[in-house]
C-alpha cells in the first residue's frame, strides 16, 4: 500500500450520519455567528450604551425589527407597585394557580380561595388541571384537586420536577436523584428512562408521540421516546440549561440558562440563541407567549439590581422593570395575562398582554398568604396555572 | 518507499489555494456576511469532522469535536488573521480535541468504566460498525499515532507542520508516523491473509 492508496482509504470512510450532522452543525454555528453580531462582547460596549440602561438596550436592540418601537411601564428604580391590592382576593383570568412554599402546595382558585393540598415541596398540573402530582422527600404523589391521594410512587432517591404528558396524560415523568423515570397516569410501571441528568425539569413534546425532552449531565439536551427509549434527537455539550418549555404546538422548544436563550425546532435545529453578556446581566427565565414561537423573558442587570420582562408584540417589544429579582413568568390559561413573580416587593404582577401591555393588576403581600400563621418564609413559587373553562 | 515524504504538503498543494479564495471570504464573514461564514463552513467541515471521526471512532463524539471548533472559529474570526491560512488553525482545535477526548475516555475506562449517563444514548446507533479495514486498523493505533496519520495523509499535512499543530519536535512527528504505518501496514497484511 501507497501513500496514495491510504489517502485513498481514509478518504473513503464516511462516518454515519455525516450530512445530518453537518446539517445539525450548521444551524448551530450560524445561530452562534448571527447572535454575536447581536450581543457584542461587554468590553466592546460603547461607553453611552454602558452608562444606559444597557441589558435591556442590548436586548431590545438585537430583538426588535427595525422601525419597531419599546414601549410600557417602566418603573426602574420602584421595588412593587404602589397601587398593588394588598391581598389576594382575586385573580384577573379564569382557572387555578398552583403554588408550593415551604408549608405546603396550594390552590388558588379565581375567586381568590386557597386549599392547602398538603406537605409537598413541588407540583405540577395534570393536563386538563383534574390531577395533581405532587413531591416531597422520595415520594411522588398524584392528588385530586381537594388533597385527596390518588397513588404515590416511592423510590430510594429524592425525588423532584414532576411532569404530567400533555394531552392523555397517561404518564408522569419524574426525577429521582440523578435519574429520570417515567410512570403511568394511574402510578403502575414505574420505570427509568435516563440513568443521569441534569437537575432540570423534563418538557413533555405537547403531540401525541409521548417524547420527552431533557438535560443530561453534559448539557446536551436530549429528545427521547418515553416507551421506546429511542433518541430522536439532541443537542452538542453546552452548560446545562436551566429550564425546558415546548411551545403549545409542540414546534419549538425553549432552553434558557443564565447567559443563553435558546429556541430549537421540532427536529432538533438551533434556529434562535440569544447570549447575554454575564459579567453584568443574567437571564431570569423564560416563557413562550402562548400560541406563538415568540419569547417572553427576564432579565437581571447585575449592576444596578434592576429586572427587565420582554414581551413581543406584533411589531414592538413591551418591557416591564422594577428592582430585585423577578423569579418566575407564568402565563393565564387563556393567554391574556403573564404573571410574575416579585420576591422582594412581595408581590405578584399579573401583566394584561394582548396587543401589548394594557392593564397591571399587581398583588401584595404574597408570602404571607402562603405562611398562615407566622406570616414569614421563603417567597412562594407558581407552579402553574391551569385551566380554563 | 518512502510513505512520509511521498505525499505533497498540504499548504503547498491545498493551502494556497484556499488562502487566495479564502480571504476575501473571511473578511466578508467578519463584516457579517452568513453566506460567507456558511461557505467557509462547507468547505470545511467534512474533513474537520471526518478528522475527528477517525481519532475517535465515535461519530457522536467527532460531531461535538467538529461543531465546537467551528463554534471557537467562529468566535474568534474577529482576531483571526486573514492572511493566513483559516484550515490548520481549525485543525489544531480539532485534532487536540480528539486526543484528549480519546485519553480521557480511555481514563474513564480504567477508572471503572464510563459512566452510563454521560455517554451518548445514541452513542451505539451512531457508530458505525467497525467494518471498514482502514478503521480497524487505525483501532489499534494510540489516538497520539492516529492524530499523526490522519493529520498527514487525510489533511495533507507535512510532518514539519503537523509538529507545528501539534506543539512537538519533528523528530516525534516522523518517529510517530513510522510507527504508526509500520503498524497499518501490518493490520492490512493481517487482513489480506
Partial sequence: MNDAELRQKLLSVHPPDELQAERRSWNVVRAAWETREAYPAERRLSPLLAAASAAAALVVLALTPVGSAVGGWIKDT????????????????????LVSSAQGVWVVRADGSKRRLGDYRQASWSPRGLFVAATVGHQLAALEPDGDVRWTVTRPQVVSDARWMPGTGFRVAYRAGRSLRVVGGDGEGDRLLAPSVAPVAPAWQPIENHALAYVDRAGRIRLVG????????????????LGLEWSRDGKWLLAWSPNLIRRYASGGQLVTAIRVPKRRYEVLGATFKPGTRMIAYTVLEKTTGKSSVFVYKRNSIERFSGLGRFTKLTWSPDRKWLLLSWPSADQWVFLEIPGGVRRIDAVGGITAEFYPGTGVGAFPLVEGWCCAG | MDLVAAVPSYSRMGMAGFRRGERPSIRRARSGSVPDVEQLFREHWPRAYRAAYLVVHDAAAAEDIAQEAFLAAVRSLERFDARRPFAPWLHRIVVNRAIDWTRSRSL???????????????????????????VRALATLSPEHRAVVVLRFLLEYTPG?????????????????????????????EEQA
Fill in chain 1, 78 to 97: 420602584v421595588v412593587g407597585r404602589p397601587d398593588a391590592r394588598p391581598a389576594l382576593d382575586s385573580l384577573p383570568a379564569p382557572g387555578s394557580l
Fill in chain 1, 226 to 241: 418515553a416507551d421506546d427509549r429511542r433518541e430522536r434527537w439532541r443537542t452538542g455539550r453546552a452548560r446545562p440549561a
Fill in chain 2, 108 to 134: 474513564r475506562r480504567e477508572l471503572g468504566g464510563d459512566l452510563v449517563g454521560e455517554q451518548p444514548a445514541s452513542s451505539a446507533d451512531r457508530t458505525a460498525p467497525v467494518s471498514d479495514e482502514v
Fill in chain 2, 161 to 189: 507542520e503537523i509538529a507545528g499543530v501539534l506543539e512537538l519536535p519533528r523528530g516525534t512527528v516522523n518517529s510517530r508516523l513510522r510507527r504508526a504505518l509500520d503498524a497499518l501496514k501490518d493490520s492490512f497484511e
